[in-house]
């Protein structure tokens, strides 16, 4: 969810995203599984007025920059709910991608324990 708070002043109203757990990560009954909603760095790399198709670790969707209009072609920009909502660094994508696959991984084994 985005929240929209108003400045004082001149210029645009400023967007900030807001967590809301959504029913999903409320406690759930057994054997029910529980899902998470995560913003997720990807790199434009087609982009036509808001209209963009973004590449995260070879998987690649549309998404709209709307709420990020200074977003261009080759950016790192954060996607959540089909939307870029702030622009990443090489870094700090590649920690995240990393992560990701770690968790890919994981999920891949047979004999899970986490904790």
Not at 44 to 49: A, D, F, K, R, T
Not at 56 to 67: C, D, Y
């Amino acid at each position: 969810m985005v929240e929209v708070s108003k400045k004082t002043g001149h210029g645009p109203p400023v967007l900030r995203p807001r967590i809301r757990p959504s029913t999903s990560l409320r406690a759930s009954r057994a054997g029910e599984q529980r899902t998470m909603c995560l913003a997720i760095p990807a790199r434009i790399v087609e982009l036509e007025g808001d209209k963009a198709v973004v590449d995260a670790m070879g998987n690649r969707w549309r998404a709209r920059t709307t709420l990020l209009p200074q977003a261009k072609m080759g950016d790192l920009v954060l996607i959540h709910a089909g939307f870029a909502i702030s622009l990443v660094d090489e870094e700090e994508a590649k920690e995240t991608w990393e992560l990701l696959a770690q968790i890919d991984k994981f999920e891949k084994t047979s004999n899970k324990v986490s904790g």
